[in-house]
């Protein structure tokens, strides 16, 4: 399968700041990236999908505004969460996606927002 | 738009012993089922998936069935390990679309 990074592994911000979120796709090029948020002891919940060089879309529910995908290139997409508040503390997870239905996942980002 | 519900939440069996775990689905156009481990702190791990013009599917000690008359799948695991202890995730593509649903996750552990 493909091998996905994310950076950073974790971090920690202020409210009020923004935090961007990296994903690459290390040997595959992706045509497609998900961004996904997790509760503690919960299951993922899909945030957005974004085509290379196209504009993302978002799920119901998902502030376009507060989360700002971009998707340059086929191995890299970036998730900015802006003016971060606690309630955006989460595990923020992006996978690709090839031609085929089958996605591979990041190791994940841990965002806490004091 | 498309349901999965999973079963069980959580899951204790002895180490060798057989686990399943069982998800539905409500959208019939779904043709893509995915299986996910998932380990503390890390990002969910492809272990097997299954298409919708297939009913059985094996990987050395994990099988994943699909009945889509019916709408529900299943995951075995065999002689299980230690390592095997982990949250799993099931999934349906959403109408034959990339995207995909998770079922709500099944804590398994395995008991040396």
């Known amino acids: 399968g493909a091998v996905v990074s994310q950076h950073p592994s974790r971090v920690i911000c202020k409210s009020g700041t923004s935090v961007k979120i990296e994903c690459r796709s290390l040997?595959?090029?992706?045509?497609?990236m998900f961004w996904y948020r997790q509760f503690p002891k919960k299951s993922l919940m899909l945030m957005a999908t974004s085509n290379e060089g196209s504009k993302a879309t978002y799920e119901q529910g998902v502030e376009k505004d507060k989360f700002l995908i971009n998707h340059a290139s086929l191995t890299l997409s970036t998730l900015t969460v802006t003016s971060a508040h606690p309630e955006d503390s989460s595990f923020y997870i992006c996978?690709?996606?090839?031609?085929?239905?089958?996605?591979?996942f990041g190791p994940g980002t841990r965002l806490t927002v004091l | 738009g498309e349901n999965v519900e999973q079963h069980p939440s959580t899951l204790s069996v002895q180490e060798g012993d057989s686990a399943v775990i069982k998800c539905t689905y409500s959208?019939?156009?779904?043709?893509?089922f995915p299986w996910y481990k998932q380990e503390l702190g890390k990002g969910p791990q492809l272990i097997i998936d299954?298409?919708?013009?297939?009913g059985e599917k094996k990987d050395q000690r994990i099988a994943v069935t699909l009945n889509k008359t019916a709408k529900h799948f299943s995951l075995h695991i065999t002689e299980t390990q230690p390592e095997d202890s982990a949250v799993y995730f099931c999934?349906?593509?959403?109408?034959?679309?990339?995207?995909?649903?998770f079922g709500q996750g099944t804590r398994l552990t395995i008991n040396p």
């Open positions: 040997d595959f090029q992706a045509t497609t």
């Open positions: 959208d019939s156009a779904s043709n893509y």
């Open positions: 299954i298409r919708s013009n297939v």
């Open positions: 999934a349906a593509s959403i109408g034959g679309a990339q995207k995909l649903v």
């Open positions: 996978s690709v996606s090839g031609r085929a239905d089958t996605q591979y």
